[in-house]
Each structure stands twice: as structure tokens, then as C-alpha cells.
């Protein structure tokens, strides 16, 4: 739990998709047309249009928690595979009207995925963790891998999605590969994993070190992780 001190000193919010999950899960909580609500069909089984009211309400839900959010803090909204943007990474920002309320705040942002930017002086990569799923699929259970160890494998190789194309579907390119990295950025976070896990590590060639953080899928573990940008401590 954080301390009032610690929340005053929160600077970003970076929420790493798996946006159309928590919907479709919160969904039945949030406002539904009187249609939609009607007992007359079996619970199981839902027509498209009471889909469509239920997927409503909740990103409407979504949208105004967004709001009260940034009323406080500048938050950087990125899509997944799941959420409501192109399929094929790298992936382009989900559209601003899906967030009406939201996009009418400076402090709001709807970024790619995977999402690169510096905060003061910190490097930080964050995506929505399809990548590192993927990945732990190839590798041996016995090894208990987590999601940590592969993003510090995706460091090593110097890229971050080594499965794609033929597993992970990604945009055609001619010229470079979106997903080489040139330089170890200070903070590395993948979303949406199975659990929580995280290394701190030393990249010797360019003399800094590296947190990485797998973030567990907030539908299975209703938590958010604070870096410190001093001394990359988390909490």
C-alpha cells in the first residue's frame, strides 16, 4: 500500500494494455441499456446488441476513470492485442474518439505498442507482453523461466520480440526492425503476464543497469508497480 508521501511523488502513469480484457470482465457492472438488462434469454447467451451495450458501458466506465486519473496524473493509455487497434505490432495508438473524456485532458496520452519515451534523464520501454508470452511457450517448464528472465534474454539479443513474425504477427517492414535495440534503456516493462516478476540488470557496454518488471494482467492480480527513476527500487 502506498503512503500518502509516495503517491505525491507518482509522476506517470503507464497503463500497458489488455484494456478490452478488464472491459469485458468489469462489463457486466457497468450501465446496460434496459434491453440489454432484460432476463429473457438465457445469462450464457447474449445477443450482439447486448454485447455491444455491455462493451459500452464499460468503456465508458473505463473513460471516466481515465479522467479522474489525470485530473491527478498524466497518464499514458497503450493498446494490446486484444484492445481496439490494429492487430499487427508495432501497434498504432487507440483512436482518441473509443476515450472522449480522456483525450480532452493535456495530461492524457494514447501511445504505441511497444511504447519508447525518457522520462528526466531514464530510458523506459514498456509493451503490452505479448512477446514475453510467447517466448515462455518455447521454453522448458522445468526451467520455472518467468517473465523477467525473458526480457532479460530479449536485452541480451538486443531485441524484443524474437519470435515474431512466425508466432507473433507484426507489421511488414523493408527498410529496419522496429524491435532491434540500439541501447538498453534503464527501465524495461512488459504487461499483461501470468504473474509478477523482476530482475535488476547490469548491462556492462553501456555502463547502466536495468529494472525489469512483468506485470501481472490486472484481471488476475489488481496491481500496479512503482519505479523509483533515482535508483530504480520498486514497490
Do not use: W
Not at 447467451?45 to 468503456?59: C, N
Not at 493535456?106 to 514475453?132: H, K, M, W
Not at 538486443?158 to 534503464?186: C, G, K, N, Y
Request: proline share 6%.
Amino acid at each position: 500500500v502506498c503512503g500518502s508521501e509516495n503517491v505525491s511523488r507518482i509522476v506517470r502513469l503507464v497503463v500497458c494494455g489488455g484494456n478490452a480484457v478488464c472491459l469485458n470482465q468489469g462489463g457486466s457492472d457497468a450501465p446496460q441499456t434496459l434491453e440489454a438488462s432484460l432476463p429473457s434469454k438465457p445469462q450464457n447467451k447474449k445477443t450482439e446488441k447486448e454485447e455491444h451495450a455491455q462493451q459500452d458501458g464499460a468503456l465508458l466506465l473505463l473513460d471516466m476513470i481515465l479522467a479522474t486519473l489525470c485530473g491527478s496524473i498524466p497518464v499514458d493509455l497503450m493498446g494490446g492485442m486484444d484492445d481496439m487497434t490494429n492487430k499487427l505490432i508495432p501497434q498504432r495508438p487507440i483512436h482518441k474518439s473509443m476515450l472522449a473524456n480522456s483525450a480532452n485532458s493535456e495530461r492524457f496520452q494514447l501511445v504505441g505498442n511497444p511504447y519508447s519515451f525518457r522520462l528526466d534523464s531514464t530510458d523506459i520501454l514498456a509493451s503490452s507482453g505479448e512477446c514475453v508470452l510467447d517466448y515462455l511457450k518455447y521454453l522448458d517448464k522445468s526451467t520455472q523461466a518467468t517473465a523477467a528472465d525473458v526480457m532479460d534474454l530479449m536485452l541480451q539479443y538486443r531485441h524484443i520480440a524474437p519470435t515474431a513474425p512466425d508466432t507473433i504477427p507484426t507489421q511488414p517492414v523493408s527498410d529496419e526492425d522496429p524491435f532491434v535495440l540500439t541501447e538498453s534503456p534503464h527501465i524495461f516493462v512488459a504487461g499483461n503476464q501470468d504473474s509478477f516478476s523482476t530482475k535488476l540488470i547490469s548491462d556492462s557496454e553501456r555502463d547502466v543497469k536495468c529494472r525489469v518488471v512483468g506485470l501481472p494482467a490486472f484481471t488476475k492480480s489488481p496491481m500496479a508497480v512503482l519505479v523509483n527513476l533515482d535508483n530504480l527500487d520498486y514497490q
